[in-house]
């Protein structure tokens, strides 16, 4: 398994500005993903982060404002930018192992408030 | 993007088997059954796996149907520390690195 942490575990932002979250895993993994949960919902994939290259979004999430780093195995961060109060959520790191069928692991989240 | 259809919420008492049902109908030969719980304010945490036959682990059991259109994940015994959103996801294919979520079952284990 891997362990996943997450930072900041949560922030109060003013509109207009950015954030960076990072996601730091204790083992080399093939896959990173970034996924956003709104209160109440469930989660929403926003794009899986590629090492060296450049993110993968889904549909409805643009890198200008999700913006994805993955400069090596074990980390990755995303970056929240031009934040309004819609984008506050939990945003969440995963990761897998190995390739083919293995379970993704989770990070605890990082509750963003944009206030 | 999710294929499974969950029920919104089930009960449970504490101490019986928790029976959680999962459709997939439109599941496919080489996507495979995934299910995962999250506690509230935590990550979603794994579960258990399997593409067709059933699968056992320290946690869960996964009954998939012949057919392999539907699912049951079974909590033995069930505690209050299993209430939780469970999520029923498949996993494979063209997409087969991603994990979407549905909606899931909101399980609430009652004392």
């Known amino acids: 398994s891997a362990v996943i942490s997450q930072k900041p575990s949560r922030d109060i932002c003013q509109r207009g500005t950015s954030l960076t979250i990072q996601c730091q895993v204790d083992?080399?993994?093939?896959?990173m993903f970034w996924y956003r949960q709104q209160p109440g919902q469930s989660l929403t994939l926003i794009a899986t982060?590629?090492?060296?290259?450049?993110?993968?979004?889904e549909s409805g999430f643009v890198i200008d404002k999700f913006p994805i780093s993955r400069p090596n195995l074990t980390f990755s961060t995303l970056t929240v930018s031009n934040m309004s109060p819609e984008d506050s959520s939990i945003y969440l790191c995963?990761?897998?192992?190995?390739?083919?069928?293995?379970?993704?692991?989770f990070g605890q989240g990082t509750r963003l408030t944009v206030v | 993007d999710a294929k499974t259809t969950q029920p919104p919420s089930m009960d449970c008492a504490e101490g019986r088997a928790a029976n959680l049902p999962c459709n997939h109908s439109?599941?496919?030969?080489?996507?495979?059954v995934y299910w995962y719980r999250q506690i509230h304010s935590q990550g979603p945490q794994y579960i258990i796996h399997?593409?067709?036959n059933n699968e056992t682990n320290e946690m869960a059991s996964l009954i998939i149907t012949e057919d392999r259109k539907s699912s049951t994940l079974i909590l033995p015994h069930a505690t209050l520390r299993d209430t939780a959103v469970y999520y029923c996801?498949?996993?494979?294919?063209?997409?087969?690195?991603?994990?979407?979520f549905g909606s899931g079952t909101k399980l609430n284990v009652k004392p």
């Open positions: 439109t599941i496919s030969g080489n996507e495979y």
């Open positions: 083992s080399q993994v093939t896959m």
């Open positions: 995963s990761a897998a192992t190995g390739t083919g069928m293995t379970e993704a692991f």
């Open positions: 399997g593409l067709k």
């Open positions: 982060a590629n090492q060296g290259s450049e993110a993968t979004y």
């Open positions: 996801i498949v996993r494979g294919g063209y997409n087969f690195n991603k994990f979407y």
